[in-house]
């Protein structure tokens, strides 16, 4: 099957996006690569403090004008902007798979995701307006405003490079506020687009900024007194240092973290259905999502049972496609980095030293095209994962699925509960009575019930518990809008 | 090669739309079918409507969850007519091959359709509605082939 064409032709040199001009940065440059390929299409600047500071004084002089913007207006730079992102649908989808080295399918579907962000804040003049009440005491009103704050840092992962900054750009922006946005620099290329498409679509200049980055940038914005709050999406290791960090200079925090997710498979569950669900939520992005699944618990005692399931999940995940994301025949792409590859290879190693069985072995890929083996790895099956084993316990971030069993549905829910991560989970199931005892119990911020990957729209906050989440308020939904906003009280009594 | 993906149901369909339309456009050109020549033009306007279609109900139910990866398993060659005629073909011999054009279709819509409703709700909706109107365009050209059968040549 034919390769799609590539919307990036030569190596692209990034500038930061700063009130409203295109300017270049005098930080080190860093290559970003096409892991399919591993061809360097872009050099991206990891910028200075002084230029993240410049940023973030540029989004501080645009707030107060922006933030006495009618609602309505700023809603139609949003429809603006969302007709500009489904113009560039295909062109921005196709980047991302050049950058990240997802599926087509699968940086489509971000795609669609991002856009939906983006509508959803369109109706921010709804979802912005307070409430009061006459009358709290004889003669007296009560009112609460939402009033937006001033700045927001968002510093997003690498593993949905278009997508995550929207699930908190678009909300902060339609309430007032404005944003610095630090892309991860290892695939930077699809903020540049969106940042293009949001001058096109008229935002006043200062109000989206975009500065590239590492861990400098990253220090910059968490430091900055001007901050109001940041969104981050990354490692629990790092979100806590964020969260810690957001704390000691008093800004609000949404910190989306690592993962370690559970399906549960019951006897009473539907194979032919269930499967393509698991496929995609072990297989889905390489693997490299919060909501991957990680740990299939098969529940019962039917040795007949357990065994068809696995043979038939190993069998599947044995012949599934792998190659580059533009080739429409892929099933899945390569890892995003040669570090990322390294790191799931280390775990595998590891689970064949705790004793785990390796039913399927991905490290020796096999690849559908003739493209270099850097980054790709196969899927791969570990059976026989006991609970305490690390690669049942740590965030792998990979193609891996750990099948482990369970005797019962208590027995599976404790094994899920141990976990210290929180963030999904999910049973396949024909029993109302095994979800409902599930999703009540189970200790997990998104929960599915013959759902692969419980991912929230985004007029739904993405949950999150435990270890997977730190801060009070989710990002997307209302949650973000509150996030966003200060909710002020005015009492009042004319004499 | 099998066709195994989402995107890739997506890029068959155009290919087999887009090979209609150009089928009946060339038709509705040919002067033997100068009668018919709204009824095929009508038919070529139907393609480009479906390609539409199906690509909207691709783009705008897509999400990252979705099981597009894992979810499709056919076979091109069961779809595909050759469209290529002789010069010598009379037009119930040509109204065949277009009944042949349109089952093959519609039985593509249906079975990317069953294997897309795992979760893909709106597209299989989509691929089965089209699979009905593929249907009906069958009955308008057997009722057409029975109308010039009797006096042109087969």
């Not at chain 1, 593993?159 to 922006?173: D, V």
Request: hydrophobic letters at 40%; glycine letters at 10%.
């Amino acid at each position: 099957m034919a390769v799609l064409e590539e919307p990036l032709k030569e190596v692209m040199k990034i500038k930061n996006y700063v009130g409203g001009e295109w300017i270049g940065s005098k930080g080190k440059v860093t290559d970003v690569k096409n892991p399919a390929l591993c061809k360097t299409i872009a050099k991206v600047p990891l910028s200075t403090r002084d230029e993240v500071n410049a940023a973030v004084e540029a989004a501080g002089d645009a707030f107060p004008e922006w933030r006495r913007t009618p609602p309505i207006t700023r809603a139609r730079c949003l429809f603006r902007l969302k007709e500009l992102l489904e113009g560039h649908f295909e062109e921005i989808s196709r980047i991302q798979t050049m950058e990240h080295g997802k599926t087509i399918d699968e940086s489509r579907g971000e795609t669609r995701r991002g856009i939906e962000m983006v509508e959803v804040a369109t109706g921010i003049p709804s979802l912005m307006m307070g409430y009061n009440l006459e009358d709290i005491a004889t003669g007296i009103d009560e009112y609460l405003v939402h009033q937006p704050l001033g700045v927001f840092g968002i510093i997003p992962a690498f593993n949905f490079p278009f997508m995550i900054p929207l699930w908190f750009a678009p909300f902060a922006t339609a309430t007032g506020n404005c944003v610095v946005i630090k892309p991860s620099p290892r695939d930077p290329i699809s903020q540049v687009k969106l940042a293009e498409l949001v001058e096109e679509a008229g935002f006043p200049p200062g109000v989206w900024n975009v500065v590239h980055g590492g861990a400098e940038a990253a220090s910059a914005l968490l430091e900055h007194q001007d901050i109001k709050g940041i969104a981050f999406v990354g490692s629990t290791r790092v979100g806590k240092e964020v969260y810690k960090k957001c704390g000691e200079t008093g800004k609000r925090a949404i910190v989306q973290a690592s993962a370690k997710n559970f399906l549960l498979v019951m006897p009473d569950a539907d194979p032919r259905r269930s499967l393509p669900a698991l496929l995609s939520s072990f297989y889905g992005n390489a693997g490299q999502r919060c909501l991957a699944g990680s740990n299939l618990v098969i529940v019962g005692e039917d040795d007949a049972f357990y065994k068809r399931f696995v043979d038939g999940f190993v069998d599947a995940s044995s012949k599934l496609r792998v190659g580059y994301g533009l080739d429409e025949s892929i099933q899945m792409g390569p890892m995003q980095s040669v570090d990322g590859k390294e790191r799931v290879t280390k775990f595998i190693e590891r689970g064949m030293e705790e004793g785990a069985k390796l039913r399927l072995d991905g490290r020796k890929p096999k690849i559908s095209g003739d493209y270099p083996p850097s980054c790709f790895l196969n899927p791969t099956v570990f059976e026989d994962v006991a609970p305490d084993m690390e690669i049942a316990k740590e965030e792998i971030f990979g193609p891996v699925a750990n099948v482990m069993r369970a005797k019962n549905l208590d027995d599976a829910i404790e094994k899920v509960n141990r976990s210290r991560y929180g963030n999904a989970a999910s049973i396949f199931t024909s029993s109302g009575k095994y979800a409902r005892e599930f999703k009540y119990r189970v200790q997990a911020g998104n929960v599915g019930i013959n759902i692969g990957v419980a991912a929230p729209m985004a007029f739904f906050p993405f949950g999150g518990m435990k270890d997977s989440f730190f801060g009070v308020l989710h990002g997307q939904g209302r949650d973000v809008i509150r996030f966003f906003t200060e909710s002020k009280i005015l009492i009042q009594r004319w004499f | 090669m099998e066709i195994r993906t989402l995107s890739a149901v997506l890029s068959f369909a155009e290919k087999l739309e887009g090979q209609g339309a150009e089928f009946y456009e060339d038709l509705s050109n040919q002067e033997k079918f100068s009668e018919n020549r709204n009824f095929f033009s009508d038919f070529a306007k139907g393609n480009r409507k479906h390609k539409q279609q199906v690509k909207r109900a691709y783009q705008e139910s897509i999400t990252d969850a979705f099981e597009t990866g894992g979810s499709f398993n056919l076979e091109p060659s069961d779809y595909l007519v050759s469209i290529a005629m002789s010069g010598g073909l009379g037009q119930p011999a040509i109204i065949k091959k277009a009944i042949e054009l349109e089952e093959k279709m519609g039985k593509f819509y249906l079975d990317a359709g069953d294997q897309s409703k795992s979760l893909l709700a709106d597209i299989s909706r989509t691929f089965k509605l089209i699979a009905k109107k593929k249907s009906e365009r069958q009955n308008k050209l057997r009722y057409l082939y029975q109308e010039n059968k009797g006096g042109l040549d087969d």
